[in-house]
């Protein structure tokens, strides 16, 4: 499993003529507006606010690229970036601009050679959404790996999670593919996330 040693904010851009310049493999980050992820970002790197949290739901409207320096179990240095994707489906903006977040995303999808896998994030506490199947059925056609985090677990019930987790693998046609349970304010699942990081990359 890697280690987080150092981050950083490298840029945000829009279109692919504007990504930065980069060898290392990436990690993207994919959601809905508001499911926590930023929070998740920032708890995997041990970072307050590298990845800005905003109460406004749809606020991530660029591609945020970061930097990340980490040591593997035997103390080898390597890098990687991570890549926060614009949250998609916030319903107050127009369907123009909603429409744009997605060729933003497919655009990434499509052109960034280096991508090595793309970690999901769902709300644990609400229904499966259409639109997070669609970004499945987008990363499978794609044939793009992917993990899917379930955040905010500790929101409900300790005993409610297995049939939660149990039963979004059923709406979302994970087949066997599992669900990694998450919460930046228990720090449950920082392992779990990076292992499968760890995975993709090493």
């Known amino acids: 499993m890697i280690r987080i040693i150092e981050s950083k904010f490298i840029k945000s851009a829009i279109k692919p003529k504007d990504y930065p310049a980069s060898a290392y493999a990436e990690i993207a980050f994919?959601?809905?507006?508001?499911?926590?992820?930023?929070?998740?970002?920032?708890?995997?790197?041990?970072?307050?606010?590298?990845?800005?949290?905003?109460?406004?739901?749809?606020?991530?409207?660029?591609?945020?690229?970061?930097?990340?320096?980490?040591?593997?179990?035997?103390?080898?240095?390597?890098?990687?970036?991570?890549?926060?994707?614009?949250?998609?489906?916030?319903?107050?903006?127009?369907?123009?601009?909603?429409?744009?977040?997605?060729?933003?995303i497919q655009n990434y999808f499509d052109n960034r050679l280096q991508l090595r896998g793309v970690i999901a994030i769902i709300d644990i506490r609400h229904k499966a959404d259409p639109?997070?199947?669609?970004?499945?059925?987008?990363?499978?056609?794609?044939?793009?790996?992917?993990?899917?985090?379930?955040?905010?677990?500790d929101k409900i019930g300790k005993s409610k999670i297995p049939s939660t987790l149990k039963r979004f693998k059923s709406e979302f046609k994970l087949n066997n593919q599992g669900i990694i349970q998450f919460s930046s304010f228990k720090k449950i699942g920082i392992n779990e996330v990076l292992n499968w990081i760890s995975s993709r990359i090493l």
Do not use: C, H
């Open 131 to 153: 639109k997070d199947i669609l970004m499945f059925e987008m990363l499978k056609t794609k044939q793009i790996p992917f993990a899917v985090i379930a955040t905010k677990s």
């Open 30 to 104: 994919v959601g809905k507006s508001n499911v926590g992820k930023s929070s998740l970002i920032n708890t995997i790197l041990n970072r307050k606010a590298i990845a800005k949290i905003s109460r406004t739901p749809g606020k991530t409207r660029l591609i945020n690229f970061f930097e990340i320096r980490f040591k593997t179990n035997d103390e080898n240095e390597g890098f990687i970036n991570f890549v926060d994707l614009p949250g998609y489906g916030y319903a107050k903006v127009s369907k123009a601009e909603r429409e744009s977040w997605k060729k933003m």
